[in-house]
């Protein structure tokens, strides 16, 4: 039989888990942060994250502008570091079911960065894809909680994760062209152009699903971003910014019709 004093010894044992993981999502999206910033700023092995970029001629990469919305994804999910951490939230039950996935996440990203400023591709792409993993399951643990969410929390829980995924989905993509350049794999004989016209009617094909399915927005603008980053930077390689163009006008058009089957019912 269950005792005052034991149910009190479980709260109080909830209460301190509460605080750990609170305390381990600032920790960790703090060095997170530092350990992207000092990429460019020192930079790590001499090397910053865009030149490594600039270093595999490959043609899923959009213009450097684009890469301007880590400040977005850093904001974002600062503004969630930050909601999760209040005495309030301490028992939210999104910031529990996600928590312990961030907090990896968070750790993957800045391993990620170590592999990819000294030149391990293989291993770069293993960490992207493991991020690209937890950020689809902190995606999916968060639809338990979303029915309930008030307006902030949907702005400053939901979203955030939303845009990050998307970008990290564009992210995927692109270190696997690298790591294929850079393994020399010769595409079956295919054309690299060939290859990334299909990768991107893949990503902007991905990205219109989600979005009749899910009703899905950031996401969606996220790969809008990528897509016309590419038209702009691989504007003389027709064959794939003609492709780029066109798969972000189909991606556009899924969000102004999932947009007005969202309406729909409500004007019902």
Excluded: C
């Excluded at 850079?182 to 219109?208: E, H």
């Amino acid at each position: 039989m269950l005792m005052i004093s034991d149910f009190l010894t479980l709260t109080e044992e909830d209460t301190v888990k509460d605080i750990l993981r609170q305390f381990l999502v600032i920790v960790t999206f703090a060095g997170m942060v530092t350990v992207n910033a000092l990429a460019n700023i020192l930079p790590i092995n001499g090397l910053q994250t865009g030149q490594v970029s600039d270093s595999l001629p490959i043609y899923f990469v959009p213009a450097g502008y684009v890469f301007s919305i880590w400040g977005l994804i850093y904001l974002a999910l600062g503004a969630f570091t930050v909601y999760q951490a209040l005495p309030s939230q301490r028992e939210n039950p999104a910031a529990r079911t996600i928590g312990g996935w961030f907090i990896l996440s968070n750790i993957v990203n800045g391993a990620w960065i170590f592999a990819w400023h000294y030149l391990r591709f293989t291993l770069s792409l293993v960490l992207m894809t493991a991020l690209l993993i937890l950020l689809i399951l902190i995606y999916l643990r968060l639809d338990e909680t979303r029915k309930a969410a008030s307006t902030l929390e949907k702005w400053v829980v939901y979203v955030p994760f939303s845009i990050y995924l998307g970008w990290i989905t564009v992210a995927t993509v692109a270190n696997a062209s690298g790591v294929l350049y850079n393994a020399g794999w010769d595409g079956f004989g295919i054309a690299p152009q060939t290859w990334a016209v299909v990768m991107l009617v893949i990503a902007g094909g991905l990205a219109s699903f989600i979005t009749l399915t899910r009703r899905e927005t950031a996401y969606t603008l996220v790969i809008l971003w990528a897509l016309a980053g590419i038209v702009v930077r691989q504007i003389n390689v027709q064959a794939v910014a003609v492709t780029a163009g066109v798969m972000a006008g189909v991606a556009a058009l899924a969000l102004i019709v999932s947009r007005l089957m969202k309406r729909t019912p409500a004007a019902a």
